[in-house]
């Protein structure tokens, strides 16, 4: 196991996000460079960092923003395909990434509000599972990479279609394998050891197929599947080291 494997599957997260911001300078230095780019500040890397708590990516982990693959096709996406740089929102954002969350804040048009019940960074601490905030409330609400943790991911749903206006969008990235027509989970696997190897993450409780965007058709939502990468030229998915053939799903409320 690799040092840095090791420190993610070793310290909990709330410590590796104080952490990361007093490593990221030295990070952006060591790494400066011309081969890669992250689009979100628009730096450039001779290489970006690995990342994963099983196996690992290379060029996954932007040495700046600390952005991921998912976060750079994300911005990518609210950027050129939506007015939400643009145009007043009032914006949830669920467990808000580093790499979003101060740009995101200082966008003048919009009513910006994070919720989490665990994270350090946040302004709301909220249970997904039991929002506080009314229904119909939120214009685009942001919620990635977190219903993988929770057993009652449709009560989670329900929740996240709630609190969104009738016309508003959400975006809810998960870790998926659409090689799977189903959705993996057992929740009789509890130990972080087998949860590493069921799930590929020590506090995943399932992996989700092809039918996670059933699961959200479900609770009301529209959802486009957009696999984003094939709107880009290749050498663009290259440069900012994307994941090709990743979906997004946006969820139309």
């Known amino acids: 196991m690799t040092l840095f494997k090791s420190i993610l599957n070793t310290i909990p997260r709330p410590y590796l996000i104080k952490i990361s911001y007093l490593v990221r300078p030295f990070l952006n230095l060591y790494y400066k460079g011309n081969t890669y780019e992250d689009p979100i500040d628009g730096k450039t890397f001779r290489k970006l960092l690995p990342y994963g708590y099983g196996k690992q990516r290379e060029n996954a982990l932007s040495p700046s923003t600390l952005s991921l693959e998912r976060h750079r096709l994300l911005w ?39 919720a989490d019940l665990h994270s350090p960074i946040v ?13 119909n409330q939120f214009d685009v609400v942001l919620c990635n990479h977190v219903l993988e943790h929770i057993e009652d991911d449709k009560k989670a749903m329900q929740e996240l279609y709630r609190v969104l206006k009738p016309g508003g969008f959400g975006v809810f990235q998960v870790p998926q394998d659409l090689n799977l027509e189903k959705t993996y989970e057992d929740f009789s696997i509890t130990s972080p050891e087998e949860r590493s190897k069921h799930f590929g993450q020590y506090d995943h409780v399932r992996i ?18 957009i696999d984003y990468t094939k709107k880009l030229p290749n050498d663009m998915v290259k440069r900012y080291c994307l994941t090709k053939n990743e979906i997004l799903p946006v969820c139309i409320k």
């Open 76 to 114: 990518l996406y609210l950027k050129n395909e939506t007015d939400f740089f643009i145009k007043p929102k009032k914006v949830l954002h669920i467990a808000p990434e580093q790499c979003f969350i101060n740009r995101f804040k200082k966008l003048k048009n919009l009513d910006y509000i994070t």
């Open 123 to 135: 302004d709301v601490k909220a249970n997904i599972l039991n929002l506080p905030f009314k229904d």
């Open 208 to 225: 989700y197929g092809k039918d996670y965007f059933d699961r959200l058709r479900q609770v009301g939502f529209t959802v486009n599947e």
